[in-house]
């Protein structure tokens, strides 16, 4: 397949100039880039070359591919996404079986080395044939896709950390593309599924500089990952003066007070949905009244129960406590009876 | 199971039970220890009046201040900071109307019949950075005063250490310091928290009880006999 | 430096031409009793330690916070701000031995070795502080934020080292004369009963001993018998003039009790008991202690619990005495006209609770009183309490702390500084000679006595 510069290809598809410093902006607001640094991304992106990616799905839901494509019709992200040079995703690619893989291979040789990896669902390490692709199972695929790849972009929290495949009792073995890959840059874009922004967000910053953005001790990039949910959380005052809602239907959730007693993953939670929402920035879960379930973050699905607040902590019954009381006060008494005898036996000596 | 979770769980449970344990063992271990009845006569009746001591105590009488200002205003600065970022920090509230929860089923307000108060953050994180500022000039002093590094021994380091580990740590959860996930911040300051527990009813942190007894007691022996309190 | 008593040993001359009455500087001195071996020294030291304990005790021992405020209060860190004049420094040993010993978790300390044992080396090291630098007066105890009684652990710390064998050895000699003679500045029966006469001829006053029956007990102290004889006659006179049925009595006219100082109990109790016989025997009422801090403390507030009930008589202080004596108007004292200050003498006020008296009494003398600063409860010690100044190596220590008392009565610009104890009377004395100083400590007692308006006849 051609790979024409970006720019030209966006204007090919009638983007404006002006749509195009547009999103160039907001992208870089998102990265927390300086304003100064934008003609430079601008021109970075008209540059580029459309880069061969290659997508591969494990066990996944779809969810990630869905919120990439539908959420955003006919936007900018979409487009970029669309800029680049998708080669190999079996969800969305006309080709299939045979002509697929052909095309895959094709393009890994072209551009071995060089082409950007993207992996959504996560890997089964258990029986080979938990999943397969025509025929292949996904851990011998992803080792010899990754091979050539000059970097990998794990999108969604199954790839990037084992996901709901990877829930107790995680019958299928599944792991994270980190478990099964070391000698590659990995990116963990998370997210049940992740924000489509932070999706094309990510591939912009790839584009532009060339090189992977600043990671957390996550493999997550800070640029989107950098700050809780709770940090920006339009709810917070409520939070500050303590005025949480006690159910979903109670006077305070009417009036729109913290969630966290409902079991808010927020304040846990490295996400940029507070600041740029979903579905083209209309709203996210707390602000459709849900607390947050906390999906970027590695185990979210094992946390206990998602409507329990974040500050349980296991205290034990009140009779293994009475118990504490018990040898605690047996404890006293003996060692009180042990002095008194002590002194007994002083006063005998 | 994830760090947090252990902070959470197991060690939660266990740091709780030894302070438990370990408050009643000391605290009985004494109290149940003979005393004998003073036969003398007293001169003022009502001894319990001597329990004024308490409060008395509070504060050095003013021939005493020239010396000890100081490190009692070094010690209110630590103590009020910690008391309030304890026990009136958002989290903190709930974590402790869980534990009402969990082990009486009801929450803090039908425990205590309380509306229990919070302070905003921001008042919090000045509290705590004033204690662990008055907690660094307090071991500071104990390390140069020579009164103070002559009697002290391994307790009073060790429970200062306890004693900043939470307030210190709790700031860098909160702050999201060194880089680490939130997780693991927030699990670090748990376990710190129950070290402190655990290390409560062993070291001289018991003061935070004996102290009453204490004031009390000889409050009442010297009111008996009408001596200087 | 110490040697153990040989046995038998000569008994220690007492001195009497010095401003202060001991047994004469010893040539060599011998600070450990008896030939115990070491090993059974420690033990012996704690287990009485340990057989005293009670709850307030252990308590107090369990939580000192080491806050070191302690040392503002003590005279003798006061003048060396050195460290180890802390007061809670000075029970070190014995709060080791406590945790080890006697607290709920000794068996874990034991176990784990946590709190050494402590050795006859370290107890030997810590008379100085136990003795020569406590006079056991109490003002720390008014400091500690905890609320510890500090001076009371000191007492009983001083049961063990007695226990041990390891007093002073001044205090050992005159507790050992007490026992022996029944006076431990040798004030024996006979020569108080000697006294007595002489005093009562050249005085013209009549001194009333062994009466058979009699409302009021009177007690000196030997200090007052050997040093002070006009504190006996004028104990006489005011008796007389208040018209009290009074009398002295030979088996019990000693209230000094250098049991409780050096730690004795068994001596304490012995010589407790004397007095409270004394009185039963003679169906007193009342019994009038002297001019004496520490025998106040003795009988007033620990002699019940040596009798084991009640005393069946009422125990005062001659300054309670003689504020009761003004109050009743049975004193018709001369107007003195002059300012004077009080010296707190610290077991009478600060830790006995009798405070105002005194002062009434100054009151009913017709005297400006100005205060010292700090004064009453809080009032700095004169040094020679708790025994310190019968011990010849503290003089240099004790007259350092002297400097505060004699810069406080000097800030009063008081003419007349009085007390009501013999005991900081003399350490007055002493301090007086040594600093040659131009001012002399007053007995209350002699004052009212030296100013006592007579009916005509
Ligand atoms: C609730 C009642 C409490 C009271 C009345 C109390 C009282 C005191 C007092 C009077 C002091 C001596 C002041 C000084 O040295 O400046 C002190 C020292 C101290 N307290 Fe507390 N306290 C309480 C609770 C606590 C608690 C809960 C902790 C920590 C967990 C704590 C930790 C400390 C520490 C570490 C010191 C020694 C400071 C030093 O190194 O000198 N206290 N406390
Ligand atoms: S709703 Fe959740 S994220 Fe928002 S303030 Fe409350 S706890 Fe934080
Ligand atoms: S609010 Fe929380 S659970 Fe919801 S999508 Fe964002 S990160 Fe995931
Ligand atoms: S009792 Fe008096 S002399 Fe003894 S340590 Fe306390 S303040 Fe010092
Ligand atoms: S003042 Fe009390 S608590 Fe402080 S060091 Fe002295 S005895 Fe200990």
């Known amino acids: ?349 | 199971m994830s760090l947090l979770d252990f902070a959470r769980g197991p060690a939660l449970q266990w740091s709780l039970g030894i302070f438990v344990v370990g408050v009643l063992w000391r605290l009985l271990g004494v109290l149940l220890l003979r005393t004998r009845k003073d036969l003398s006569e007293p001169r003022r009746d009502a001894a319990w009046k001597g329990l004024r001591l308490i409060a008395l105590r509070s504060w050095p009488r003013k021939e005493f201040l020239g010396g000890t200002a100081f490190g009692e205003v070094l010690g209110y600065a630590f103590h009020i900071g910690f008391l309030l970022a304890l026990f009136f920090y958002v989290p903190h509230v709930l974590f402790f109307a869980d534990i009402a929860r969990g082990l009486f089923g009801t929450d803090l307000h039908g425990l205590t019949g309380l509306n229990w108060p919070t302070l905003p953050n921001g008042v919090v994180t000045l509290l705590s950075a004033i204690s662990i500022a008055a907690l660094v000039a307090v071991l500071i002093h104990r390390i140069v005063s020579p009164v103070k590094r002559l009697i002290s021994n391994f307790d009073d380091y060790f429970s200062w250490l306890v004693t900043i580990a939470p307030l210190a740590t709790g700031m860098a959860a909160f702050a999201h310091l060194g880089g680490w996930p939130y997780e693991r911040l927030l699990a670090v300051h748990l376990l710190s928290a129950e070290l402190l527990l655990v290390w409560f009813p062993f070291g001289k942190l018991m003061h935070a009880f004996t102290i009453f007894v204490e004031r009390g007691s000889t409050g009442m022996l010297f009111e008996r006999k009408g001596a200087s309190l | 430096m110490t040697g153990t008593t040989p046995t038998p040993r000569e008994p220690d001359p007492l001195e009497f031409d010095q401003p202060r009455v001991s047994i004469r500087k010893p040539e060599h001195r011998f600070d450990s009793q008896g030939e115990t071996p070491d090993a059974s020294r420690v033990e012996r030291a704690m287990n009485s330690f340990v057989r005293d304990f009670g709850r307030t005790a252990a308590v107090y021992m369990e939580s000192c916070i080491h806050c070191g405020m302690c040392a503002e209060a003590c005279h003798f860190y006061e003048v060396t701000q050195d460290p180890k004049y802390t007061p809670i420094w000075k029970l070190e040993p014995f709060k080791q031995a406590y945790k080890r010993e006697y607290g709920p978790f000794a068996f874990v300390y034991r176990a784990l070795n946590l709190k050494p044992k402590v050795t006859v080396d370290e107890l030997q090291q810590w008379q100085h502080l136990l003795y020569d630098s406590c006079t056991v007066c109490g003002r720390c105890s008014l400091m500690c934020p905890m609320g510890i009684d500090i001076a009371s652990l000191v007492s009983q710390a001083r049961h063990g080292m007695f226990k041990a064998g390891l007093v002073p050895h001044e205090l050992a000699a005159v507790t050992e004369r007490a026992r022996r003679e029944g006076s431990p500045l040798g004030a024996t029966p006979k020569v108080f009963a000697d006294r007595c006469e002489w005093l009562s001829d050249e005085h013209e006053v009549e001194i009333t001993i062994d009466k058979p029956r009699a409302e009021v007990l009177c007690a000196m102290s030997s200090i007052e018998i050997m040093k002070y004889p006009e504190s006996v006659v004028a104990t006489a006179r005011i008796m007389r003039h208040v018209g009290a049925d009074w009398t002295f009595r030979l088996d019990g006219y000693e209230a000094t009790n250098f049991g409780l100082l050096t730690g004795d109990a068994a001596a304490q109790k012995e010589l407790t008991l004397k007095i409270i016989h004394a009185a039963v025997a003679c169906g007193a009422s009342v019994v009038v202690l002297p001019e004496c801090g520490h025998a106040y403390t003795a009988l007033r507030w620990m002699g019940a619990n040596m009798y084991g009930k009640p005393l069946p008589f009422k125990v005062m202080h001659i300054a309670e005495f003689l504020a009761e004596q003004v109050r009743a108007g049975k004193l018709r004292l001369r107007k003195l006209g002059k300012s004077a200050t009080f010296h707190d003498p610290c077991q009478l006020v600060r830790r006995g609770g009798a405070i105002e008296a005194p002062r009434e009494v100054l009151q009913a003398l017709g005297v400006e009183l100005r205060e010292m600063y700090p004064t009453k409860g809080a009032n700095w010690c004169c040094g020679g309490g708790g025994g310190v100044v019968a011990i010849h190596r503290a003089d240099e220590l004790r007259h350092k702390v002297f400097k505060i008392k004699m810069e406080q009565i000097e800030q009063t610009g008081a003419e007349l500084p009085v007390t009501s104890c013999a005991n900081c009377r003399q350490t007055f004395d002493d301090g007086q000679a040594h600093f040659k100083w131009d001012k002399t400590m007053h007995s209350l007692l002699e004052l009212v006595a030296d100013n006592l308006v007579e009916a005509e006849p």
């Open chain 1, 1 to 349: 397949m051609s790979s024409p510069l970006l720019g030209e290809f966006l204007r090919s598809r009638g983007v404006t100039r002006r749509d195009f410093l547009q999103f160039c902006t907001t992208t870089a607001a998102l990265m927390g880039l300086s304003p100064a640094l934008l003609p430079r991304v601008a021109a970075a992106l008209e540059q580029a070359r459309r880069p061969s990616v290659i997508w591969l799905p494990f066990q996944e839901c779809t969810g990630c591919t869905e919120s990439i494509t539908r959420a955003h019709g006919s936007t900018l992200e979409s487009l970029i996404f669309q800029g680049i040079s998708l080669d190999y995703q079996h969800t969305l690619q006309a080709a299939a079986g045979e002509a697929a893989e052909r095309a895959r291979e094709t393009a890994m040789q072209e551009n071995w080395g060089r082409y950007l990896l993207i992996v959504d669902g996560s890997i089964p390490t258990g029986n080979k044939g938990f999943s397969t692709v025509a025929g292949r199972d996904n851990l011998s695929l992803l080792q010899h896709v990754a091979g050539g790849a000059a970097a990998i972009v794990a999108l969604g929290s199954c790839a990037a950390f084992g996901g709901i495949p990877g829930a107790n009792p995680n019958p299928t073995g599944a792991v994270a593309v980190s478990a099964v890959v070391k000698d590659k840059p990995i990116i963990n874009v998370s997210g049940c599924p992740p924000i489509p922004v932070v999706i094309t967000g990510v591939l912009t910053q790839y584009l532009t500089f060339g090189k992977l953005p600043e990671l957390d001790a996550l493999g997550r990039p800070r640029s989107f990952y950098g700050q809780t949910i709770h940090d920006r959380c339009y709810r917070r005052p409520f939070y500050e003066r303590g005025q949480f809602a006690d159910s979903f239907d109670d006077e305070g959730a009417r009036q729109g007070w913290c969630l966290y007693k409902l079991g808010c993953r927020g304040p846990t939670t490295h996400n940029a949905c507070a600041t740029v929402k979903w579905n083209d920035g209309t709203s996210f879960p707390i602000e459709a009244g849900h607390g947050c379930i906390g999906c970027a973050e590695p185990g979210f699905w094992d946390k206990g129960g998602f409507y329990q607040p974040l500050s349980t902590g296991q205290w034990g019954s009140a009779r293994t406590l009475g118990m504490a009381v018990g040898v605690g006060t047996a404890l006293g008494v003996a060692s009180a009876a042990l002095a008194r005898k002590r002194q007994k036996d002083a006063e005998d000596a």
